[in-house]
């Protein structure tokens, strides 16, 4: 029983995220305001394989955005994924979430991520993140970000395993860690 209430969950997480997807753009191309966020939040970390990017460098750099939508109040925020360069170690790139505030965006949330997703429903006013990143060809964490009023923190954690000759996925709910950089 307890295995199927953990399939259930990961199945809702991985398929009933709402999101409007503006499509792949690059820094340049986003609004002054995420444009200007992103500059000032996303440089490369120094321990990437390539040099930290220059701002110029960073505007050139591909990013995909999903807006945070709340019913009836419109935008949210906005989820600045990015998917090539300094920001990607394999499948997982540097993810960055914001909420909108007075004509500009504040930074809530950021992590390495293969995906993350805005889900049904709102917790404290902003809805849930869903977020996967992809350890081997074969293993997944999967793990739920739930708003407390202040950030997000991680309130649903499971490895997904799904070896070559498996037809379903081993679904283990575990203790969630610190993998990531709520804010």
Known sequence: M????????ISILLFAATVTKAGPETVAELSPELRNALVRDAACSKDSAREPAAPKDLLKSPVDTQEILGPGRGNLGVIAAFT???HCQGA???TYVYLKTAGSYKL???GSFASLHPMKGLRNGYPPLTAKLQVSDSR???TVYDWNG????PSLCATV???PNQKRPSIARHACSGESRPR
């Open 2 to 9: 307890k295995t199927k209430t953990v399939i259930i969950a």
């Open 84 to 86: 090539a360069g300094c």
């Open 92 to 94: 997982n790139c540097s």
């Open 108 to 110: 809530a949330f950021t």
């Open 140 to 142: 997944v964490e999967t």
């Open 150 to 153: 202040k950030k997000y923190q």
């Open 161 to 163: 395993t799904q070896g």
